[in-house]
């Protein structure tokens, strides 16, 4: 008799399916075993749910800081709830927080903050002019171009002043260049103020410095195909292993649905922007044949209020921008849309539908359960492999690595609604949608957090 988890089901990794038990060290969390049977399970899985190591959201924003400026919208709490809720175990935190995390200072206080919540919360540190790497291994964050918050850098000049002092570390890179983006800002849309040129300018730089500094690098939340997969691919060719991030929103929506109803442009505005349907397409190939390693959603929870900002009602009407909002679409749809085609904020929050989100992919876009295993547990789960010091990995069902586990139910629909969902944000872009599957359990360390 053992005193330990057990558990059995249907087991997926990125180059096996297995159908049979694991057994889970109940002090340490790490699996011990992997075998047909072990002993009376603690926790059996029917066979039509899938089990894959626990998923991994290796770029979101959660908002809390030493300031508490942004803990309105969402706060490491929150996080571990909307991360349980969508299947997710390990999340990686941006450093664009009100007071950017560039110190290892500050790296301790939010360390510090996360430890409590049984999902691993990671942290970027930020580049900025001034900034030097830490004594640490951590991976980096450069913003090329104005996002959302003060770090960022304006031209090539710039961000290779600051990287010159990062040679061979780990740096991810938000692509879109300045000069492009002022030259743009006019434009109707957001497509067209951020247009694939703002992308393929800053790329064409950006991996000059990799190269030139040698880096580590990874591209975050990638928004287009074309040209700027000839220009990685010829990167690559020269011995560089830069990977890239995608997210569920850019696999999902597309320029062209809104050309029909740009009354929803608010709702799915985020930085690069969301392409045309060719982008969406290659992008969709690129996950699923491995060109791209990680779904990563660039969960950014902010209100549905600062989402709609182009929507403040009269001073004397008591409505919010929502109402008014909802108001304009019914009453007047025509300047409902010019307001909505104004720049608003950017960024969706989608924390809590990582796991419903892959079982789109496997039903309306032909991944394999291998292939989710890849993009959403063993990719993430090695990035922060290469900065976790604990005792287990993560990203596969194998001896040595955390009883962490994600057990998706692929054919139990699910609608999302504002109900369902943990983020303090409170919203979610894929409302009204509905997946063809669900998060059926969240397992962390063998312990169950989530049960669908
Ligand atoms: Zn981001």
Same mark, same amino acid.
Not at 383 to 401: A, C, L, T
């Given at each position: 008799?053992?005193?330990?988890?057990?558990?059995?089901?249907?087991?997926?990794?990125?180059?096996?399916?297995?159908?049979?038990?694991?057994?889970?060290?109940?002090?340490?969390?790490?699996?011990?075993?992997?075998?047909?049977?072990?002993?009376?399970?603690?926790?059996?899985?029917?066979?039509?749910?899938?089990?894959?190591?626990?998923?991994?959201?290796?770029?979101?924003?959660?908002?809390?800081?030493?300031?508490?400026?942004?803990?309105?919208?969402?706060?490491?709490?929150?996080?571990?709830?909307?991360?349980?809720?969508?299947?997710?175990?390990?999340?990686?935190?941006?450093?664009?927080?009100?007071?950017?995390?560039?110190?290892?200072?500050?790296?301790?206080?939010?360390?510090?903050?996360?430890?409590?919540?049984?999902?691993?919360? #990671?942290?970027?540190?930020?580049?900025?002019? =001034?900034? $030097?790497?830490?004594? /640490?291994?951590?991976?980096?964050?450069?913003?090329? *171009?104005?996002?959302?918050?003060?770090?960022?850098?304006?031209?090539?000049?710039?961000?290779?002043?600051?990287?010159?002092?990062?040679?061979?570390?780990?740096?991810?890179?938000?692509?879109?260049?300045?000069?492009?983006?002022?030259?743009?800002?006019?434009?109707?849309?957001?497509?067209?103020?951020?247009?694939?040129?703002?992308?393929?300018?800053?790329?064409?730089?950006?991996?000059?410095?990799?190269?030139?500094?040698?880096?580590?690098?990874?591209?975050?939340?990638?928004?287009?195909?074309?040209?700027?997969?000839?220009?990685?691919?010829?990167?690559?060719?020269?011995?560089?292993?830069?990977?890239?991030?995608?997210?569920?929103?850019?696999?999902?929506?597309?320029?062209?649905?809104?050309?029909?109803?740009?009354?929803?442009?608010? #709702?799915?505005?985020?930085?690069?922007?969301? =392409?045309? $349907?060719?982008?969406? /397409?290659?992008?969709?190939?690129?996950?699923?044949? *491995?060109?791209?390693?990680?779904?990563?959603?660039?969960?950014?929870?902010?209100?549905?209020?600062?989402?709609?900002?182009?929507?403040?009602?009269?001073?004397?009407?008591?409505?919010?921008?929502?109402?008014?909002?909802?108001?304009?679409?019914?009453?007047?749809?025509?300047?409902?849309?010019?307001?909505?085609?104004?720049?608003?904020?950017?960024?969706?929050?989608?924390?809590?539908?990582y796991g419903?989100f892959t079982t789109?992919l496997m039903?309306?876009?032909?991944?394999?359960?291998?292939?989710i295993?890849?993009?959403a547990?063993?990719?993430?789960?090695?990035?922060?492999?290469?900065?976790?010091?604990?005792?287990?990995?993560?990203?596969?069902?194998?001896?040595?690595?955390?009883?962490?586990?994600?057990?998706i139910?692929?054919?139990?629909?699910?609608?999302?609604?504002?109900?369902?969902? $943990?983020?303090?944000?409170?919203?979610?872009?894929?409302?009204?949608?509905?997946?063809?599957?669900?998060?059926?359990?969240?397992?962390?360390?063998?312990?169950?957090?989530?049960?669908?």
């Open positions: 008799m053992t005193n330990n988890i057990i558990i059995e089901g249907r087991f997926i990794n990125s180059d096996e399916e297995f159908f049979g038990q694991i057994e889970i060290d109940r002090k340490t969390g790490i699996i011990l075993k992997k075998q047909n049977y072990i002993g009376n399970p603690t926790f059996i899985f029917p066979k039509d749910k899938l089990i894959f190591a626990g998923f991994g959201d290796i770029h979101i924003h959660a908002r809390e800081d030493e300031t508490e400026r942004q803990m309105y919208k969402e706060e490491y709490a929150t996080v571990n709830q909307a991360a349980l809720n969508g299947g997710v175990i390990h999340v990686s935190c941006m450093p664009n927080t009100p007071s950017p995390l560039t110190t290892q200072a500050q790296l301790d206080w939010h360390k510090e903050r996360c430890r409590q919540f049984p999902t691993l919360i #990671f942290h970027y540190v930020g580049v900025g002019k =001034q900034t $030097r790497p830490l004594d /640490v291994n951590v991976p980096y964050k450069v913003f090329t *171009g104005p996002s959302v918050g003060d770090l960022f850098f304006k031209n090539e000049a710039e961000v290779r002043s600051a990287l010159q002092h990062y040679k061979g570390k780990s740096v991810s890179f938000h692509v879109e260049d300045y000069d492009v983006l002022q030259a743009n800002n006019i434009n109707r849309t957001h497509q067209e103020r951020r247009p694939v040129a703002c992308v393929e300018t800053a790329l064409a730089y950006v991996l000059q410095i990799i190269e030139d500094y040698d880096l580590e690098a990874k591209l975050c939340h990638w928004s287009t195909g074309g040209k700027s997969i000839e220009m990685i691919k010829a990167h690559r060719a020269r011995g560089y292993n830069t990977t890239l991030e995608v997210s569920p929103l850019n696999l999902f929506f597309d320029a062209d649905m809104l050309a029909e109803t740009p009354e929803r442009w608010p #709702f799915v505005q985020m930085n690069p922007t969301i =392409q045309g $349907r060719e982008h969406r /397409v290659q992008l969709l190939e690129g996950l699923r044949s *491995g060109f791209i390693q990680y779904l990563a959603t660039d969960h950014a929870p902010h209100t549905i209020d600062e989402k709609l900002k182009q929507f403040e009602p009269e001073k004397e009407s008591d409505m919010t921008r929502e109402q008014f909002y909802t108001h304009l679409r019914i009453t007047n749809l025509e300047e409902c849309r010019r307001r909505a085609c104004l720049d608003s904020t950017s960024g969706t929050p989608q924390l809590d539908t419903p789109w039903q309306a876009q032909r991944f394999t359960p291998q292939d295993a890849r993009v547990a063993e990719n993430p789960g090695n990035f922060v492999n290469q900065f976790h010091n604990g005792p287990g990995k993560f990203g596969k069902i194998e001896k040595g690595y955390y009883g962490s586990l994600t057990v139910d692929p054919t139990t629909p699910m609608t999302i609604t504002r109900e369902m969902l $943990r983020t303090k944000a409170g919203w979610s872009p894929f409302e009204g949608i509905t997946f063809p599957g669900s998060v059926y359990a969240t397992i962390v360390k063998g312990q169950m957090y989530r049960r669908g």
